[in-house]
């Protein structure tokens, strides 16, 4: 079975565990939270102010700001450019972030 | 023993900012390499995150060895003190100090005429500055995507997106793909994913393929290209990738998130022939409709466009004095000329600093593949286009700028109902750009829908920008002569 890290002969440290509001995930060194998210199956994590719709990554590279999620209590960063330490805390952002 | 050197700041170390920092480095001036990412290599040569220990990092990439040459070229002038290299470091702006001094003759300028103003690290709350003597931007560009329903939908990512994200952090959205959109980037999107064992169910562009066989001219011009272009036919086949011509996505399906999308024929004229609908089911869609440059530093800088892109001299000069361009922010154009071009800016910015002309003899070679790749792009962009008629799937409800939710039938009625006539009027009628991305990503769009060109879009500032770091930037500057005399500052 062919995947990223094996096409890129990939050998990173051990994963480590964060939390995504109350579940724990697991996450490699160096991965980005997105990628955690992606690689834990979860494509959305933030909810838009007007409608309330379902967004994730969009652009990949930082410019248009739709990964926005909470990382230890500091709403609106971007998911794609964020990387991951043992322990952190994710929350789902609802809105502006700045509602709980 | 380097500090009376001049000092060269080059933004961004993608292809042009990496080739501009060697060629300059090479040539006696001391250059700091100012780059957002974690390791060089910009989205082109986009490195894995070093955590993750890639042993076959090649194997995501093209032109591999072009990138070992680069990359041990900048590790040795690192070593030897001749270039730093600042990483995590997220420019918003680059100011030219205005001052009594007289420039050289050769137009580089006064000594530490430029200030890079930063944010640090992925949090972007901490400001660093950079002085300098000249700067050269190489700040690339990013993926323009036109809007259709569904497209909001967790699991349609740009195709740049996809690709970074495979590059980058040796990830993948989902299991089933749909590549779609036009231009070159989404054939080694499309490969790049089924490599990594993404199913690709199809690869969706819009573009007519005699449309190449009437640019035959062009293309033959460029052996490379068209052997580069026989390899990708050779990959679509061995990974049993469907290629859709003159096809587009009209729309998204999915609740919480993507589950299908229907793809249709177009017609000659760009509509969809009614009839041909088919749904295919797929949890991502990488979708792209071509780049557009990021020039919000060169603008802020009082630089000259050319349409969208910067206007360079033919060393790579903007208008402006001691400000070089090179790469996609000057039109894009692919990695190879984003190579000339950045070779080019670095051997004019380290003569001219160093007060003498160039000798453009010895960038010759790098001119003529400049010459030839511009010519290979320019022909490029007349064949690959979105569907003549994307205007038509967008409707009333599908959002068209995705930060402040702006509907397509917001938008309409601005236009139609309200009179507007350009992005400007728009965006204050419906807030449609006023966003978090500041309208990079909806701006085609609403172009389009308003039937207008889109035109630069002058931001003061490249990034959001904490209003902490806004208020205290330029306080360093107290100990350099400026135009009112400190006692008249406020407090």
Known sequence: MSSPLNLADAHPDPAFTVTLDDREIEALPGQTVAAALWTAGVTSWRTTRGEGRPRGVFCGIGVCYDCLVTVNDRPNQRACLVPLHPGDTIRTQEGTGHDD | MTDDRPHLAVIGAGPAGLAATVAAAAHGVRVTLIDSAARA??????????????????????????????????????????????????????????????????????????????????????????????????????????????????????????????????????????????????????????????????????????????????????????????????????????????????EAHGDERLEAVTVAALDADGYVRPGTERRIACDTLAVGHGMLPHTDLAETLGCGLDGLSVQVDDEQRTDVPGVWAAGETTGIGGAALSLAEGHIAGRSAAARLNGTEPDRRSWAPAAKSRTRLREFFAALDTVYAP???????????????????????????????LGAGDVRTVKLLTRAGMGWCQGRMCGPAVAGLAGCELTPSRRPFARPVPLGVLARAGESEADLPTAAPPDVLPD
């Open chain 2, 387 to 417: 569907p003549a008629r994307w205007t038509g799937l967008v409707t009333d409800d599908t959002v068209v700028c995705r930060c402040e939710e702006v509907t397509g039938g917001a938008i309409r009625e601005a236009v139609d109902g």
């Open chain 2, 41 to 250: 290599g910009g989205q082109f040569y986009r490195q894995p995150a070093a955590e993750l220990n890639a042993g076959r990092p090649q194997a995501l990439h093209h032109q591999w060895r072009t990138w070992q040459r680069l990359s041990d070229s900048l590790a040795q002038h690192v070593e030897a003190g001749r270039v730093t290299h600042l990483t995590d470091h997220h420019v918003w702006l680059v100011e030219r100090r205005l001052s009594q001094e007289a420039g050289t003759p050769d137009g580089a300028g006064p000594r530490d005429a430029f200030t890079v103003h930063a944010l640090l690290g992925p949090q972007q709350e901490a400001p660093a500055e950079v002085r300098a003597d000249a700067v050269l931007l190489a700040t690339g560009g990013y993926e323009k995507v036109l809007p259709f329903p569904g497209w909001t939908l967790p699991g349609v990512l740009t195709a740049g997106g996809a690709q970074a994200m495979l590059k980058g952090a040796l990830a993948v959205s989902g299991r089933t793909a749909v590549v779609a959109g036009t231009g070159p980037l989404l054939l080694p999107v499309a490969t790049g994913l089924a490599a990594a064992g993404v199913e690709v169910a199809a690869l969706v562009e819009s573009t007519d393929p005699k449309a190449f066989v009437r640019r035959t001219r062009a293309l033959a011009a460029q052996p490379g290209k068209v052997a580069e272009g026989a390899r990708y036919a050779a990959q679509l086949l061995r990974h049993r990738i469907k290629l859709l011509t003159r096809h587009t996505v009209v």
